[in-house]
């Protein structure tokens, strides 16, 4: 593709959505005093949702890779928001389980979360952002079926 072109291909609008989102979340975050990041949110949302999961399903329930899920989580170990514990069958294997201090920082971050939602909400009538999030729900499955 043409460099002039690049900016209407869909790839690099959703790139370009994408890191202005991540930038505004972390950036809401450090305003309102949180030393999370939008990363470490994701990930502990998904502990929250899911405890006792391995490293690698909260990877794969993240989408992030090993690399990084080992060190958000060491991150968020070391600020008491998750534990970890030895699986009773397995124990070369960990299960990730968030702390009260965990629940707390997610419970408090959750209206920045949702300030988030409501700026991205309210650039676009609501029937165009269903059809965009239907959109772009069709281009995922796309991309997944060939992963």
């Keep these: 593709m043409a460099a002039d072109n690049r900016e209407k ?6 790139g370009k959505t994408n890191w ?7 950036k809401l975050l450090k ?3 949180f030393t ?9 949302k998904a502990v929250f949702e899911q405890p006792g999961q391995s490293q690698t399903e909260v990877s794969q329930h993240t989408q992030k890779d090993k690399t990084n899920i ?3 989580l060491d991150l968020l170990e070391k600020n008491e928001c998750i534990q970890r514990k030895r699986d009773g069958r397995d124990r070369r294997m960990n299960r990730i389980y968030i702390t009260e201090h ?4 997610l419970k408090a971050v959750t209206p920045i979360t949702q300030k988030i939602d409501v700026i991205c909400s309210q650039a676009i009538p609501k029937k165009k952002k269903d059809e965009l999030i239907q959109s772009l729900d069709i281009v995922c499955n796309s991309i997944k079926t060939r992963l």
């Design 36 to 44: 999370i990041t939008n990363e470490q949110w994701i990930v502990l």
């Design 102 to 105: 965990g629940k707390t920082i």
């Design 9 to 14: 291909s869909l790839g690099y609008a959703i």
């Design 31 to 33: 305003d309102e005093g």
């Design 70 to 72: 080992t060190r958000i």
């Design 20 to 26: 202005y989102l991540k930038t505004l979340i972390n």
